[in-house]
């Protein structure tokens, strides 16, 4: 018996009691936490998730959706119209056909300008703070989304990330923490070499270990430790490696022409992955696309290489969701850690720049077709209400249903609030 | 108004100890009145082993205790401070025979006696191959160099922090090295010094970023920010961004190619530096002005000043007058905060958290805990001729990092994972680094026998890390691990091909020769596995179980002995510094 294969018959959970029945050791059954949940029908019933398409280094958004053609700092690209109201960059022909459904926000006004800050200002609507670990929106979104994971019977972790780090669970825990996978969908060591039976006296073995460390480091009360955390991953691990929802990550299965479709980058994949798992139930999904620092020769590798690569595969991912009706239940958020200097520097670059930049939003009822706020004419600054990280993630959450009243506790008991208090845009939603 | 600037930040040095004083004694006050009156703790003596810092270091924290009304934990267990001294020192957990003389010593000043024996002659290479792991992850992070068109020779670097490590080079000497480093990055070159591959790799961008991590790095000062504005939390002004970043301006990292387009090497040269023209006005290399420009567009100019104020006398850019790398790293070593920052950076690395969290941002807007402590240590650090085995020596024989991980005693409280400052009451979990667990793994199944050199071990330990390493690919070159107690990790722990190698049952292997061992019985079989990964017998529960295992597996001791040993390395409490 190979524990990657369930018997006929037999649910995951129902599987994994038995590893540990059919055992010859006089011990409980396997139970690394207290979190087993009632084995549900796996309904097929509508559900919300959200797809971040992750930026990483910055892109330089005056290139992409907020063009200024014949200022000083426009640069050499020319803007295109499209299915939207709204003009992009004509090396975004693709996304061009698609933007009826995505709304640009071109007043993001922000103050972190460093890679680090920014990364977690932007993932979490905090900036960064020694004494606490903030939630990124995937966590806090896996989080609300709970009960319609369970109904869902989800058995893959709730935020998945492709092919970057993503931002920790923070105060909510490592149930939440993001699973970072590579784009090509092969989950490393998800396998096991031994047999089913044995692998159930060692996980029986481990429960027991695991749960007398616990005890005897536990501060009391609800308070959990690292060693808390351990035992919650490999509950989790163990599930994954029973769970046939794994398939969910395996793109080659798609047809050659979706994949095709997509594109074969790296991002194209983990584009086709996250429709794979929004398709699954997965309430959050990150795609990483890095290579945004453009200090130098910004505009070339802009033309030949970024946006090329992102048009192709998000027109897919925005065209493919829709074609599915999974769009009107699936909210997109494009963005960065910030923008990049209207300014262009000596060697054709710009440099980092949060104060005037663009994200773009779309799907779960967001109003597509449409740009929010509005820049300058040089592009230095917004000339409209500025909008901030926590003013998307508000935004986001209401597309998802998830109530901005919601508060979370830090583990120091400080009240925080969803989405740190930000404000929907209104724009979104008439 | 520079002038105002200077003097004002000049002051921070000093001013740190008064204002962060002064913060920690309202934060006293406040507690003292909420619910728990300072009172006399009826503690004996810690143990200092007639060392004054060791006695230092355990009064002051005594001290932290009670005016927050703590008690500590009780001490941890003789195998659980040695499994951690070693994991801390060396990089891994003792080896059964390490552990047992140990436990077997019974002299009062034991612990003394294995901190000397671990920093003296017999681990010279394993205390220099971990320190060397340490560094090299701090100034070029884990995939510094390993990307395909890098300026970073990765074994470079590690060759020469070896040999400085296995010298046992004082720290103002190791980063004067790094800082001034002039020469070839390339192992086996005419001109080697595998200092250049820290700043090599860094020096795009005007040298934006060898400013920002040098700083980070050595004086515990976070500026990257102050490069394009003033910082909004901190004292740092954009001036001083530009005026330390004008010490970097003569260096060029020259790309060496051997036929093809890859750069195969790097000569780290500081060369004669114009200054910048600002409109037509030439530069004059008398003065070597550089410039930058303020948020509202006017352009200011910059000329080197350190960051305690203090300016180069002669701003030539001409290298036979003055070369300002070489002048920084002089003013680097002779500046009391490169002691200061150490102390916290190694206070943080053996105790779970620094004075500063994080270590390296230190200054009036993040006041440290122990702000007396930090100071005496570093002054002490700086007496010993800035000697790092002294260093640890103090803080491993201290009895804060003497204490077990329970919480026990009044401490509950103590708890930095819920935003609480440290008071160190007792010993804070934590995992191990991915290298902890590795080299671990390899002395648990005692297969340090079978190893090649060292560039051939840290090139199999490289391709392995690979693995858990995401660079973010940004200008500043950081990165993150999925080694961070997510699945992925404890797929590998479960699943993967170090862990299948460290249990084998291969003849030969670990298992197969205590197998076969016929001078132990099961029950010895047993105990050695768990001495092996966890510093401790079992428990008559767990022998129970074990034994439980044995018959299952239908006297084939062999897969009952790897069934344990896997379990062993897959649980908490080995994975966890505890």
């Known amino acids: 018996m190979n524990l990657g294969s369930i018997p006929a018959g037999m649910t995951r959970r129902h599987f994994v009691q038995h590893l540990a029945a059919a055992s010859a050791l006089a011990l409980p059954a396997i139970s690394f936490t207290e979190s087993l949940r009632a084995s549900a029908a796996d309904l097929k019933k509508r559900h919300k998730s959200a797809i971040l398409l992750w930026m990483s280094g910055g892109p330089a958004t005056i290139d992409v959706w907020d063009l200024k053609p014949g200022a000083p700092t426009g640069g050499p690209f020319q803007p295109i119209a499209t299915s939207g109201n709204e003009q992009i960059s004509e090396h975004m022909p693709e996304m061009a056909k698609q933007m009826k459904h995505m709304a640009i926000i071109r007043s993001m006004s922000t103050r972190e300008a460093d890679h680090n800050r920014g990364r977690y200002y932007m993932h979490t609507g905090y900036v960064p703070n020694p004494n606490i670990e903030h939630p990124s929106y995937g966590s806090v979104i896996a989080h609300e989304m709970n009960e319609q994971s369970k109904n869902l019977n989800l058995e893959i972790p709730p935020f998945v990330s492709v092919g970057g780090g993503s931002v920790g669970p923070g105060f909510l825990g490592m149930t939440y923490a993001p699973f970072v996978v590579s784009p090509d969908g092969q989950v490393k060591d998800l396998k096991s070499s031994i047999g089913g039976q044995r692998m159930g006296e060692r996980l029986q073995m481990l429960a027991s270990l695991e749960k007398s460390f616990i005890s005897q480091h536990s501060p009391g009360g609800d308070r959990t430790t690292a060693a808390d955390d351990h035992a919650k991953i490999l509950h989790k691990t163990v599930e994954l490696m029973t769970s046939k929802q794994m398939e969910a990550f395996k793109i080659s299965q798609e047809p050659k022409e979706v994949q095709e479709r997509y594109g074969k980058t790296g991002f194209a994949k983990g584009c086709l992955m996250a429709r794979r798992l929004v398709e699954q139930g997965v309430p959050f999904v990150e795609v990483d696309l890095g290579g945004w620092d453009t200090h130098a020769n910004n505009f070339q590798s802009l033309s030949r290489t970024k946006l090329p690569e992102l048009d192709k595969a998000m027109a897919a991912l925005v065209g493919d969701l829709d074609e599915r009706g999974l769009l009107q239940d699936t909210a997109i958020i494009w963005m960065g850690e910030f923008g990049r200097t209207p300014r262009i520097n000596g060697q054709s670059g710009r440099d980092h720049w949060a104060r005037s930049w663009s994200v773009v939003v779309g799907g779960a009822g967001m109003k597509g077709g449409i740009a929010v706020g509005k820049t300058s004419s040089d592009g230095g600054d917004v000339e409209t209400e500025p909008y901030s990280s926590q003013d998307v993630m508000a935004s986001v959450c209401k597309s998802l249903g998830i109530s901005l009243a919601t508060t979370f506790t830090s583990r120091n008991g400080r009240p925080m609030k969803i989405a740190n208090s930000g404000k929907v845009i209104k724009e979104l939603f008439v | ?578």
């Open chain 2, 1 to 578: 108004m520079a002038n105002w600037h200077r003097a004002r930040f000049a002051g921070w040095f000093a001013g740190v100890v008064v204002l962060s004083t002064a913060i920690g004694l309202l934060g006293a006050n406040k507690s003292e009145s909420e619910s728990h009156p300072a009172k006399t703790l009826n503690l004996g003596k810690a143990p200092d082993y007639g060392i004054a810092e060791v006695a230092l270091i355990n009064e002051k924290i005594r001290q932290g205790w009670q005016g927050q009304g703590l008690t500590p934990s009780a001490p941890a267990t003789d195998g659980e401070w040695c499994r951690r001294v070693f994991l801390d020192v060396l990089g891994r957990i003792p080896s059964v025979a390490e552990l047992q003389t140990f436990l077997a010593d019974t002299a009062v000043n034991k612990k003394a006696k294995l901190v000397d024996r671990i920093l003296g002659d017999d681990y010279v290479e394993e205390y220099a191959r971990n320190w060397t792991t340490l560094w090299t992850n701090i100034l070029i992070g884990r995939s510094g160099g390993t990307e395909e068109k890098t300026l970073i020779n990765r074994a470079g670097l590690q060759q020469s922090l070896r040999r400085a490590f296995q010298r046992d080079v004082t720290y103002n000497q190791l980063v004067y090295d790094l800082v001034s480093a002039k020469g070839v990055s390339r192992p086996g070159d005419e001109g080697f010094n595998g200092f250049v591959n820290f700043l090599a790799g860094n020096l795009t961008d005007d040298g934006v970023e060898a400013t920002a991590k040098t700083s980070q790095i050595f004086l515990g000062i976070q500026v990257r920010c102050t490069q394009c504005h003033n910082h909004p939390f901190n004292e740092w002004k954009q001036n001083q961004f530009w005026s330390l970043n004008a010490f970097f301006r003569q260096t060029r990292a020259l790309r060496r190619h051997e036929g093809g387009r890859m750069v195969t090497y790097v000569d780290l040269e500081n060369e004669d530096f114009a200054g910048e023209r600002v409109g037509d006005k030439s530069p004059d290399p008398k003065e070597a002005a550089t410039f930058y420009e303020l948020r509202n567009g006017k352009v200011e100019v910059a000329y080197p000043v350190f960051v305690d104020g203090t300016p180069l006398a002669n701003r030539s850019g001409y290298i036979d007058e003055v070369d300002r790398r070489t002048e920084l790293a002089k003013l680097i070593v002779k500046s009391d905060q490169m002691g200061k920052a150490l102390v916290n950076r190694l206070w943080g690395h053996f105790l779970g958290y620094g004075f500063t969290k994080p270590v390296d941002d230190m200054g009036p807007h993040n006041a440290p805990t122990h702000p007396e402590l930090l100071d005496a240590l570093a002054k002490a650090f700086k007496a010993s001729s800035y000697d790092m085995k002294q260093l640890i020596r103090w803080i491993t024989l201290s009895e804060a990092y003497s204490l077990s991980s329970k919480f026990a005693g009044k401490n509950k409280k103590d708890d930095p994972t819920l935003g609480e400052k440290p008071a160190f009451t007792h010993f804070y979990l934590r995992q191990m680094r991915a290298e902890e667990l590795y080299e671990s793994l390899i002395t648990a199944t005692e297969a340090q026998k079978a190893r090649g050199g060292y560039e051939a071990q840290a090139a199999a330990m490289s391709g392995w890390l690979k693995q858990f390493t995401i660079a973010f690919g940004t200008d500043d070159n950081e990165e993150t691990t999925t080694f961070n107690g997510t699945i992925p990790q404890t797929l590998m722990m479960m699943n993967g091909d170090l862990v299948q190698r460290a249990t084998s049952t291969d003849a030969g292997g670990f298992l197969h020769q205590i197998a076969a061992d016929p001078k132990m019985n099961n029950a010895a079989k047993i105990t050695h596995l768990y001495l092996a990964a966890l510093a401790r017998k079992p428990t008559s529960a767990e022998a129970g179980v074990a034994n439980q295992v044995m018959i299952a597996r239908k006297g084939n001791a062999t897969e009952a002995l790897q069934d344990v040993w896997w379990t062993l390395l897959n649980c908490n409490e080995f994975i966890l510094n505890h």
